[in-house]
């Protein structure tokens, strides 16, 4: 109960509320459309609101009411369709539905859209909670955000679906064995520390009805899922990463939803949140529907949303799913309806990004929008007012493309597809990269990334160690999937927890022990990140070595002072005096190799000679053997 000294605002829909509302500009229309402990007239109970403009009556059911549909009527204000009842004696932790008759004189219950916490699946009713009264502490980190420019610092982002990444033996209250939000802080934050990442991305936090689905067909938008916790256990979760320097990025799904009748299909009879066209207004690969985002109370819905994600939980950032499938009218679509002007482009979502990236730039400094779009749509990550859609930065899936391609080839072909692996230099500065090995690429048969290189079981892991080290050279952020890290041989399933026991084998726990080493080098040397968005900051050495399928190329700081040298051998032959060309007469140390069976700092000093190769008229020698990434500081 609350102390009779807390003051408890009396709630409302104002004809102001409902003005921002239809125009798509109320930013925290959350904070009156939902439900909401409140009081009214010396009385405390809930207030309810819904937006439902096209339904005959609604109602408000729950446990409250014994979930009959004539018991809480709505009373209807005006003509924007918002419905609104204040329940006296309605506690904290009810369950609730809003019972709609629809405008096809069809009933229907549906889940809160603005509801802050679900029942945990299979049940599918909205629970009252309160946003307000946790206690952050991440203070500084927070401050320190605001000034950061993540452009020019380092961003190392481990991937990570919360209910497979471990698990707890199964119990009759936690039969999936789930972490909750607090136990998951602490156990994930030790890890990430130990490993060296400075970011997690979390999967499938918004609330879903099914596993299978890893979080991306929401029917909970403003609701952390029960799965693993309430609304303040996942506050304490972002909260506890902070305090220990680590960020935390969300997925965000405003692409689409499912049709689940508990939903926002066909939400007051109508389609309310989605395209009214089938053709405009469904998935047919998804089964899900796309929101309409010429609707303003739409993407009202949608913007709120995430700026509540960033400003109530404290979040760094939102990685924006299928961006590409918004944007194009023709996409995953045998019959489509063009634009306006003849064309595919979706202008109503375009300007809905613009919008949203706009506002999140203006309002909260620090955070960052990452788009998840796999086509060339120009100007991704470049602002507005210069015909950009405004994220922050952009996944690389050419890049990971033509990778993937290339390290699944027996390294007897490679030097066929050498392209595939320096095209990526072409377009490195179109826009602001994160390289990516995210979950997509380790289910549905295509292989976890260890088990996608050739040869026995010791060339995989070379293998893929040299390419971790071509990656983390490479201009760009960096993520990597959960497991990936040590090699997890079997592919991704949401239903069983990581391979851990795998770290029990010397060559995967080597494998750990390697990633961790590159995530040294990562972070401790500015030359890998201060200049991932200029041309200055990558210069090719070897670039077209087709016949010994090596590369090798140079990272430069800005004053020139903190650059890296990177050779990588992707065949398994020994060169054993390996000459490569540099850019500067100075002492070439040794910080890293793959091949190493111990991963410390390198002392070894290579001194250039003049012997001129690669175009340049000095050069060192080094025994690089096959399957090597050597990594040198000068």
């Not at 990452?370 to 507005?384: F, N, R």
Request: aromatic content about 14%; proline content about 4%.
């Amino acid at each position: 109960m609350r102390s009779n000294q807390e003051e408890v605002p009396v709630l409302e829909i104002t004809e102001f509320d409902q003005y921002l509302f239809s125009q798509g500009t109320h930013y925290e229309i959350y904070k009156k459309l939902g439900a909401h402990l409140t009081e009214r007239d010396g009385k405390e109970g809930v207030y309810f609101a819904v937006w439902a403009p096209n339904a005959r009556e609604v109602s408000v059911i729950g446990d409250f009411n014994g979930w009959f549909p004539g018991a809480h009527p709505m009373k209807r204000l005006g003509e924007g369709g918002i419905y609104e009842l204040f329940v006296p004696g309605v506690l904290e932790h009810s369950c609730y539905k809003f019972c709609i008759t629809g405008a096809d004189g069809n009933q229907v219950m549906k889940a809160d859209p603005y509801a802050i916490h679900s029942q945990k699946r299979p049940e599918t009713a909205s629970v009252i909670e309160r946003l307000e009264g946790y206690t952050w502490r991440d203070e500084e980190w927070m401050k320190k955000r605001k000034k950061t420019s993540w452009d020019e610092n380092p961003m190392a982002i481990y991937e990570v679906h919360p209910g497979s990444w471990r698990k707890q033996p199964s119990s009759s209250g936690n039969p999936e064995g789930f972490y909750n939000y607090k136990q998951l802080a602490h156990e994930l934050a030790d890890y990430i520390l130990d490993m060296g990442y400075t970011h997690v991305e979390l999967m499938g936090i918004a609330e879903h009805p099914f596993d299978g689905s890893w979080g991306y067909q929401v029917t909970g938008y403003y609701a952390p899922t029960s799965r693993y916790g309430n609304v303040h256990d996942f506050m304490y979760l972002v909260d506890y990463l902070h305090r220990k320097g680590i960020g935390v990025i969300l997925d965000w799904v405003p692409a689409h939803f499912p049709k689940d009748e508990c939903g926002l299909s066909l939400f007051d009879g109508t389609c309310l949140y989605e395209y009214a066209d089938s053709r405009k207004g469904e998935h047919p690969d998804w089964g899900t529907k796309v929101f309409d985002y010429g609707k303003k109370e739409v993407k009202n819905f949608l913007i709120a949303n995430a700026l509540y994600w960033l400003k109530e939980y404290h979040v760094d950032g939102l990685r924006v799913d299928a961006v590409a499938s918004m944007l194009y009218l023709d996409y995953g679509r045998r019959e489509w309806v063009p634009n306006e002007f003849g064309g595919k482009e979706n202008l109503e979502a375009v300007e809905f990004l613009r919008h949203l990236n706009s506002l999140v730039e203006k309002e909260h400094d620090g955070s960052v929008i990452i788009a998840e779009e796999s086509t060339a749509w120009p100007k991704v990550t470049d602002i507005p007012e210069n015909g950009g859609l405004g994220f922050h930065m952009k996944w690389n899936m050419g890049w990971m493309n033509d990778f993937l391609s290339y390290m699944e080839k027996d390294p007897v072909y490679r030097k066929y597809h050498h392209g595939q692996m320096n095209f990526s230099m072409v377009y490195a500065y179109s826009e602001k990269f994160v390289l990516v090995l995210s979950h997509d690429e380790v289910v549905h048969g295509k292989r976890s990334m260890v088990e996608k290189m050739p040869g026995t079981e010791e060339q995989k892991l070379a293998n893929l160690k040299t390419a971790y080290g071509f990656m983390l050279g490479h201009p760009g952020k960096k993520l990597l999937f959960m497991g990936q890290e040590f090699g997890q041989k079997r592919e991704w399933s949401e239903e069983r927890e990581l391979d851990w026991e795998l770290l029990g084998m010397p060559q995967h726990k080597h494998m750990q022990e390697y990633v961790q080493a590159l995530l040294r080098v990562y972070r401790g040397h500015s030359c890998l990140y201060e200049l991932d968005t200029k041309e200055e900051g990558f210069e090719w050495i070897e670039a077209d070595n087709e016949e010994e399928s090596i590369f090798s190329f140079v990272r430069h700081s800005k004053d020139g002072r903190d650059n890296l040298l990177f050779v990588c051998n992707f065949t398994p032959v020994d060169r054993l005096d390996y000459r490569v060309g540099v850019t500067k007469k100075t002492d070439h140390t040794i910080l890293l190799d793959s091949t190493w069976e111990v991963y410390g700092d390198g002392q070894i000093r290579f001194k250039p000679e003049k012997i001129e190769i690669n175009d340049r008229p000095y050069s060192i020698a080094y025994p690089l053997k096959g399957y090597a990434c050597a990594i040198f500081k000068f």
